[in-house]
């Protein structure tokens, strides 16, 4: 389904040194966020009637220990009975110190469509190392030049944990590059509205950030994400907003079922 597959970009940025804030008595080790999900748009009740209009979603953070273990972020989004029924899968791997994205893959499967990308991203050789898995079972390989002069290519994961890294000091439009389906397209991570948002039966404040295609660009993003991050240490991502056309899929945080850590800048 081009709604989400298209909004891909999968987050997580990193930063240069890092420490992990936790309350007591937690690990380090990593977070995992669930949410529900549901369609939303003039397109809701077209796509019904062959994909699930609603659903569970679960975002997990893993931070392996050493200096050089890249972080690894992973967006699983399911329907209402579970994997089996079919989902959409995004995968980020990105680089502690060097703020980039290492490894992007991102796959779906509905009924008999299926459907498998990744990316290894290669910024020594300037190289995009690119595997695609067909519905057959066979794999298509291929290998694409990275842009002259970007060494920090962000995919939809990158990003997300880009703005919940600097989300108190964003206070006007960024621009970068988004990397999608072996494509690069100029974008621009800008600040929303502050809003009031109801997890666990309370009240949580959280500004909005939204990612769309940069104007003037030579290629148009075709996809676009709106994220709202807690205020507090936590900035955690209590919504999530992935859009293509006329529909888009929202995402909304019901539970915290490990440690909520954000790494926070020496």
Same mark, same amino acid.
């Given at each position: 389904?081009?709604?989400?597959?298209?909004?891909?970009?999968?987050?997580?940025?990193?930063?240069?040194?890092?420490?992990?804030?936790?309350?007591?008595?937690?690990?380090?080790?990593?977070?995992?966020?669930?949410?529900?999900?549901?369609?939303?748009?003039?397109?809701?009740?077209?796509?019904?009637?062959?994909?699930?209009?609603?659903?569970?979603?679960?975002?997990?953070?893993?931070?392996?220990?050493?200096?050089?273990?890249?972080?690894?972020?992973?967006?699983?989004?399911?329907?209402?009975?579970?994997?089996?029924?079919?989902?959409?899968?995004?995968?980020?791997?990105?680089?502690?110190?060097?703020?980039?994205?290492?490894?992007?893959?991102?796959?779906?499967?509905?009924?008999?469509?299926?459907?498998?990308?990744?990316?290894?991203?290669?910024?020594?050789? @300037?190289? !995009?190392?690119?595997?695609?898995?067909?519905?057959?079972? #066979?794999?298509?390989?291929?290998? &694409? %030049?990275? +842009?002259? *002069?970007?060494?920090?290519?962000?995919?939809?994961?990158?990003?997300?944990?880009?703005?919940?890294?600097?989300?108190?000091?964003?206070?006007?439009?960024?621009?970068?590059?988004?990397?999608?389906?072996?494509?690069?397209?100029?974008?621009?991570?800008?600040?929303?509205?502050?809003?009031?948002?109801?997890?666990? @039966?309370? !009240?949580?404040?959280?500004?909005?950030?939204?990612?769309? #295609?940069?104007?003037?660009?030579? &290629? %148009?993003? +075709?996809? *676009?994400?709106?994220?709202?991050?807690?205020?507090?240490?936590?900035?955690?991502?209590?919504?999530?907003?992935?859009?293509?056309?006329?529909?888009?899929?929202?995402?909304?945080?019901?539970?915290?079922?490990?440690?909520?850590?954000?790494?926070?800048?020496?």
């Amino acid at each position: 389904m081009k709604l989400i597959r298209s909004g891909v970009v999968a987050l997580a940025l990193v930063m240069s040194s890092a420490a992990f804030a936790a309350e007591p008595g937690c690990s380090p080790s990593g977070e995992d966020f669930r949410y529900s999900w549901r369609l939303t748009g003039g397109a809701r009740f077209l796509a019904g009637l062959v994909f699930p209009t609603s659903g569970a979603a679960n975002l997990r953070t893993s931070f392996p220990q050493g200096a050089d273990a890249a972080i690894r972020s992973e967006l699983l989004i399911t329907s209402p009975n579970g994997r089996q029924g079919g989902f959409y899968s995004y995968e980020s791997d990105i680089e502690r110190r060097a703020n980039r994205t290492l490894i992007t893959s991102h796959g779906y499967a509905w009924g008999s469509k299926s459907r498998h990308e990744r990316a290894v991203l290669d910024y020594e050789k @300037g190289l !995009a190392r690119l595997e695609k898995k067909t519905p057959e079972g #066979g794999v298509e390989n291929r290998v &694409k %030049k990275l +842009p002259e *002069g970007d060494r920090q290519l962000r995919d939809m994961l990158t990003a997300i944990w880009y703005l919940r890294q600097e989300s108190p000091r964003i206070t006007g439009p960024v621009q970068t590059n988004i990397y999608s389906s072996g494509k690069e397209y100029p974008v621009i991570f800008r600040p929303l509205e502050r809003r009031s948002f109801e997890v666990g @039966g309370k !009240a949580t404040m959280a500004r909005g950030f939204e990612i769309v #295609g940069a104007p003037g660009g030579k &290629k %148009k993003w +075709p996809g *676009g994400v709106k994220v709202w991050i807690s205020e507090d240490d936590r900035r955690t991502p209590v919504r999530i907003e992935i859009s293509q056309g006329l529909a888009a899929l929202q995402l909304d945080l019901r539970s915290v079922e490990a440690c909520s850590l954000i790494a926070r800048l020496q």
